[in-house]
T-cell receptor
Framework: GIQVEQSPPDLILQEGANSTLRCNFS?????LQWFHQNPWGQLINLFY???GTKQNGRLSATTVATERYSLLYISSSQTTDSGVYFC???????????FGQGTRLTINP | GAVVSQHPSWVICKSGTSVKIECRSL??????MFWYRQFPKQSLMLMAT?????????EQGVEKDKFLINHASLTLSTLTVTSAHPEDSSFYIC????????????FGSGTRLTVV
């Protein structure tokens, strides 16, 4: 099956810093989503981005489908941005999401 | 829109008993729902795909008789953990995909199961 690799596994930053999270996948996808899992376990859907670039406030994401990677940018980090960020993909015909191992982001005040 | 509700949020049960978890799509109909399990500090692993009106499809290694899935209506899927043991303690999350395009999958808030 498809392999989804996220990097870095852990990231510790000071408040106000910018960060880039990466997601590589091993096959063509028809769906890619970025999620933020908060300390209570809730998965927040950040972006649905099988290709192209989207922005939502301090967050933006870019997926280059032909090169099989996606990037999540967080600017001017806040402590509330802490948590685990997951990339998940769906391959054509599979109709299910496969998750990467996540990036654990810690923003210190 | 596109809200999935999961209940209960947490449950503690004794070894040997069964626990039922409900997953509802509140503002859309879902012919297919998905159940994931997440152990501490790990990623989400798909357990099974729940199909309305038919049998669930289980991922390799998931025990069908232990994790009973019922999808009796277009808005409700249930996961029953039968004869629970401490190793079944985990975070269970359900998901569904709204029929309108451009949004992707949406997830319930999860159920933290502790078996004592």
């Amino acid at each position: 099956g498809i392999q989804v690799e996220q990097s870095p596994p852990d990231l510790i930053l000071q408040e106000g810093a910018n960060s880039t999270l990466r997601c590589n996948f091993s096959d063509s996808v028809n769906n890619l989503q970025w999620f933020h899992q908060n300390p209570w376990g809730q998965l927040i859907n950040l972006f649905y981005i099988p290709s192209g670039t989207k922005q939502n406030g301090r967050l933006s994401a870019t997926t280059v489908a032909t090169e099989r990677y996606s990037l999540l940018y967080i600017s001017s980090s806040q402590t509330t941005d802490s948590g685990v960020y997951f990339c998940a993909v769906e391959t054509r015909g599979a109709q299910k999401l496969v998750f990467g191992q996540g990036t654990r982001l810690t923003i210190n005040p | 829109g596109a809200v999935v509700s999961q209940h209960p949020s947490w449950v503690i049960c004794k070894s040997g008993t069964s626990v039922k978890i409900e997953c509802r799509s509140l503002d859309f109909q879902a012919t297919t729902m998905f159940w994931y399990r997440q152990f501490p500090k790990q990623s989400l692993m798909l357990m099974a795909t729940s199909n309305e009106g038919s049998k669930a499809t289980y991922e390799q290694g998931v025990e069908k008789d232990k994790f009973l899935i019922n999808h009796a209506s277009l808005t409700l899927s249930t996961l029953t953990v039968t004869s629970a043991h401490p190793e079944d303690s985990s975070f269970y999350i359900c998901s569904a995909r709204p029929p309108q395009g451009g949004y992707g999958y949406t997830f319930g808030s999860g159920t933290r199961l502790t078996v004592v």
